[in-house]
């Protein structure tokens, strides 16, 4: 099984400020089936970025995916009041299994 | 407007086994593999497996091996989980995902989630 270690746990940022959240898989993550997951408290995930950097459909263009084989990057260029929460990341390469999260708080 | 809905909260005691209902609309129901997602109180995410709603074929996390059930209903547009042999550890909200026509999935639309508490 593939294990997704996200780091850092907690970001503490200002509205305004970049976040860059890191996904590291403990092996290469086939065809680069990464996905990126916002959830805010009492709700269901929302899809935010797929194949590793794809955008998916009505997310806004301040949120970015990069990277690929096993270090992977969610990058929120400008945060937006709305945009505090929970994110997961996930593979799909081999069977499916997500990190354990990043929390993204106010500073 | 692609949406899954799920079945109401449950309480189960130890042991006992609950069955949970996932319904779809606005797309083509056998286009899709459905999976389904738990996550216990203040943790992460868990994959549980996926139904090929075509033939009903399944797949599932080894964790979970012979307790875990998937099925479909292909005139209601309805996926089911059902998992037996309930213990404290399986209280958690449990949610169906809708992946994509493969195997390796992303999860673009989700349902509301449906909240199983396992408690004597």
């Known amino acids: 099984e593939i294990v997704l270690t996200q780091s850092p746990g907690t970001l503490s940022l200002s509205p305004g400020e970049r976040a860059t959240l890191s996904c590291t898989a403990s092996?290469?993550?086939?065809?680069?089936?990464l996905a990126w997951y916002q959830q805010k408290p009492g709700q269901a995930p929302r899809l935010l970025i797929y194949?590793?950097?794809r955008r998916a459909t009505g997310i806004p263009d301040r949120f970015s995916g990069s990277g690929s084989g096993t270090d992977f990057t969610l990058t929120v260029s400008r945060l937006e009041p709305e945009d505090f929460a929970m994110y997961y990341c996930?593979?799909?390469?081999?069977?499916?299994?997500f990190g354990q999260g990043t929390k993204v708080e106010i500073k | 407007q692609v949406q899954l809905v799920q079945s109401g909260a449950e309480v189960k005691k130890p042991g006992a086994s609950v069955k949970i209902s996932c319904t779809t609309s606005?797309?083509?129901?056998?286009?899709?593999?459905l999976h389904w997602v738990r996550q216990a109180p203040g943790q992460g995410l868990e994959w549980m497996g996926i139904?090929?709603?075509?033939?009903?074929?399944?797949r599932h996390a080894q964790k979970f091996q012979d307790r875990f059930t998937m099925t479909r209903d292909t005139s209601t547009r309805t996926v089911y989980m059902e998992l037996s042999s309930l213990r404290s550890e399986d209280t958690a909200v449990y949610y169906c995902?809708?992946?994509?026509?493969?195997?390796?999935?992303?999860?673009?639309?989700w349902g509301q989630g449906t909240l199983v508490t396992v408690s004597s």
């Open positions: 996930q593979q799909y390469g081999s069977s499916h299994t």
């Open positions: 139904i090929n709603p075509t033939d009903g074929s399944t």
């Open positions: 606005g797309y083509i129901f056998t286009n899709y593999y």
């Open positions: 995902a809708r992946g994509t026509p493969y195997y390796h999935s992303h999860f673009d639309y």
């Open positions: 092996q290469s993550v086939s065809s680069n089936y």
């Open positions: 194949d590793a950097s």
